[in-house]
């Protein structure tokens, strides 16, 4: 039987619920349980696939091709299960699904309200996301509640973990809920006022938690545990201190070491053999210890803020612990590039063209993969990042002047990315767009397969076969490959039905590293092993460093 963990976060948001839950499910794992995670958020959008990066983060794309907020990759790489479509529902897909229900008649004439209609779907997306009843059925279901307790929004999702701890008795469900401990510097104390009046909105919900994560700059006194464990009705050894850390892979460790996993395997009668974290201590000890440096240009549109790449960064960190160093990574603005300025890459080990949607920097991107072609600074162009690339050598080296996206310039002469209106999708299904569909459904999206031409980069990196996740609807167009091949440019791997180009590089006695990557390959990035195509991207920055690059590049 598949028994639930609700995390729900209290007095303010971004204290890092996502990462306290995915450690607690790294937790259940290493004892033995099958674990999945689930994330409910509070907001109308039905996904969020339409939103800005700027306001919510990251999109994570699943294998299944959902659209998924950003806390999916911070599970996916702390427990081995994978997430899907199932793992992550709004408040406007709940409605979404009680409209249809109701337009169908399958209410039979009811008056359609929040108690039970509502209530009910949303306990019925948690099963369905905990796969209850089918045989891949997890043992611990850890499900975080977006938002912050105390904002109407997230009361229905509340109500209904509530109602489903009630049904389902008090052994099979566990609430944990995460506060904030404010350090006030003028006092010099900690205050747990806050703490007391999150739980107290907590309570009146009819919901007692059974842990605290109480967050702080530092680490909370016994005094203050002890205070904060009266006034909340949670026992002592359930107020637990997360303070800051300087990586997120201490974070496990934390919470064991305070006894949380044992806390919440007697609560919910689960028997099992003791943690081991060994290989998270592992992690830290390699991120504390780096053997060298390399400095990374990250040349994008959202650069002031890095939850918006939130999985790149972090595959990127991988690939830097693979290859024993720190990474560092500056955020270029690529509105400040331009031919004049390109010199500011010139300091970097390698430069990186991430995914992005939008006319606005873009011919500073272009300039960007034109300077590390020309420099032989290792590139790679992710997504938007391979059809710069592929602008630029369109325009650069194939002669075609006027080549562009039609994303950015509908008229262009040479429309050498382009929109492709029909593709099969990883379930075969054949899926059409135009200009006129709706964002919101018109993406190529999830896990695809293509195979790898043989003597390329790509193959030495990917072997026959390449399956990466996409998000994008633009695509390299088939018309020109020709020609672009023809100057030069290896088309490395291609989708087998459409033709479709999914790596594009040079020849290595051209430039030592230049990739760009159709596909986003930061969502399959894992601390365990980092992803073969950032750890040889890493490794081409760290040769690139001690061939003496900078110095060659400003030359
Ligand atoms: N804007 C481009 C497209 O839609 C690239 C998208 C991306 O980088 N994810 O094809």
């Known amino acids: 039987m598949t028994k639930f963990v609700f995390v729900t976060g209290g007095v303010v948001s971004s204290l890092g619920k996502g990462i306290a839950s995915a450690s607690l499910a790294a937790i259940l794992e290493s004892r033995g349980l099958k674990v999945t995670l689930i994330k409910l958020d509070p907001y109308i959008n039905v996904d969020p696939g339409t939103m800005s990066p700027f306001q919510h983060g990251e999109v994570f794309v699943t294998d299944d091709g959902a659209e ?11 427990v081995t299960t994978r997430m899907g479509k199932v793992n992550n529902f709004t408040t406007g897909r709940i409605y979404q699904s009680v409209l249809e229900k109701e337009r169908r008649g399958d209410y039979l004439g009811k008056t359609v309200q929040v108690i039970p209609h509502v209530t009910n779907e949303i306990q019925e997306f948690i099963k369905r996301g905990a796969r209850v009843g089918e045989p891949g059925a997890a043992d611990v279901a850890i499900v975080e509640i977006g938002g912050t307790v105390g904002d109407i929004e997230s009361l229905p999702f509340l109500e209904a973990v509530r109602q489903m701890s009630l049904r389902m008795g008090p052994n099979n469900t566990s609430f944990v809920h995460l506060t904030y401990v404010p350090w006030i510097a003028a006092a010099g104390e900690l205050k747990t006022k806050p703490t007391q009046h999150t739980v107290q909105k907590l309570r009146e919900i009819g919901i007692q938690a059974d842990a605290l994560l109480c967050r702080a700059d530092r680490r909370i006194p016994d005094e203050e545990r002890g205070k904060i464990s009266l006034f909340t009705n949670v026992p002592e050894w359930g107020v637990i201190s997360m303070w800051d850390v300087n990586t997120i892979y201490k974070v496990p460790r934390m919470l064991h070491e305070q006894g949380l996993d044992g806390l919440i395997c007697d609560k919910l009668r689960l028997n099992t053999p003791p943690a ?3 290989r998270w201590d592992q992690l830290v000890h390699e991120t504390e210890h780096p053997q060298g440096e390399v400095h990374i240009a990250m040349v994008g549109k959202y650069v002031d803020l890095s939850d918006s790449y939130k999985s790149l960064n972090e595959a990127l960190r991988h690939a ?3 290859n024993h160093v720190r990474v560092k990574i500056d955020y270029v603005d690529s509105e400040t590039i331009t031919p004049d300025s390109i010199s500011q890459l010139a300091k970097y080990d390698a430069v990186l063209v991430p995914g992005g949607f939008g006319k606005r920097g873009i011919e500073g991107k272009i300039t960007a993969a ?5 420099n032989k600074v290792p590139y790679l162009g992710i997504c938007l990042g391979m059809q710069v690339a592929t602008i630029e050598y369109a325009r650069d080296v194939a002669g075609l002047q006027d080549a562009n996206s039609t994303e950015f310039e509908p008229q262009c002469e040479h429309p050498v990315i382009a929109l492709i209106t029909e593709w099969q999708g990883a379930d075969g299904v054949v899926n059409r767009r135009d200009a006129s569909s709706d964002l919101g459904g018109t993406m190529r999206l999830g896990a695809q397969s293509s195979d790898v031409s043989k003597g390329t980069l790509a193959h030495q990196i990917y072997g026959d076969v390449v399956t990466e996740r996409h998000r994008h609807r633009y695509e390299a167009n088939v ?13 490395s791997a291609l989708t087998q039905r459409e033709q479709l180009t999914e790596i594009i590089e040079l020849p290595q006695d051209v430039h ?3 990739m ?3 596909f986003h390959p930061e969502f399959k990035s894992t601390p365990w092993d980092g992803h073969p195509l950032f750890n040889a991207f890493i490794k081409a920055a760290l040769d690139h460093q001690s061939r003496g690059g900078k110095l060659k590049a400003v030359a």
């Open 68 to 78: 998924t907020d950003l806390d999916l990759g911070h599970y996916e790489r702390f």
């Open 276 to 278: 081991n974290l060994q």
């Open 320 to 322: 830097g612990m693979k």
């Open 370 to 374: 034109r300077f590390a072609r020309e």
């Open 479 to 491: 018309k020109y490959l020709d020609q672009l091949r023809q100057a030069g440019l290896v088309i």
């Open 512 to 514: 030592p590293w230049f």
């Open 516 to 518: 760009g990557v159709q």
